[in-house]
Nanobody, 128 residues
Framework: QVQLVESGEGLVQAGGSLRLSCAAS????????????MGWFRQAPGKEREFVAQ????????IYVDSVKGRFTISRDNEENTVYLQMNSLKPEDTAVYYC?????????????????WGQGTQVTVSS
């Protein structure tokens, strides 16, 4: 099966930046990362997991939750089987465990139920 491993865990002051990475493996014969829609979700303490960002297989289309628009950027390097989440102007409310996920199909309204594979998560803490 597809395996996803996040990295980039860290503690950052409000207004700071952090970049998360997600490395994919086990894609199968004839498959590359470009065959998968990739997304980032997050779960804050005491809250349910929520969608953050999504990127199409070739990187041509992206979707962001309103709360991170203009601050976060999702990108991918399919040759390296890696997806990134660049987080700028971080706020305390961005504190959460961030999860990388892969979807075999594109959905214009991202939902975690549509994603087929998940990473273990990486902690991001933003202090004020």
């Amino acid at each position: 099966q597809v395996q996803l491993v996040e990295s980039g865990e860290g503690l950052v002051q409000a207004g700071g930046s952090l970049r998360l990475s997600c490395a994919a493996s086990g894609l199968g014969s004839g498959m590359t990362l470009s065959n998968y829609v990739m997304g980032w979700f997050r779960q804050a303490p005491g809250k349910e997991r929520e969608f953050v960002a999504q990127i199409s297989g070739s990187g041509g289309w992206t979707i962001y939750v309103d709360s991170v628009k203009g601050r976060f950027t999702i990108s991918r390097d399919n040759e390296e089987n890696t997806v990134y989440l660049q987080m700028n102007s971080l706020k305390p409310e961005d504190t959460a465990v961030y999860y990388c996920a892969a979807d075999r199909t594109w959905s214009p309204s991202p939902r975690e139920e549509n994603y087929d594979y998940w990473g273990q998560g990486t902690q991001v803490t933003v202090s004020s």
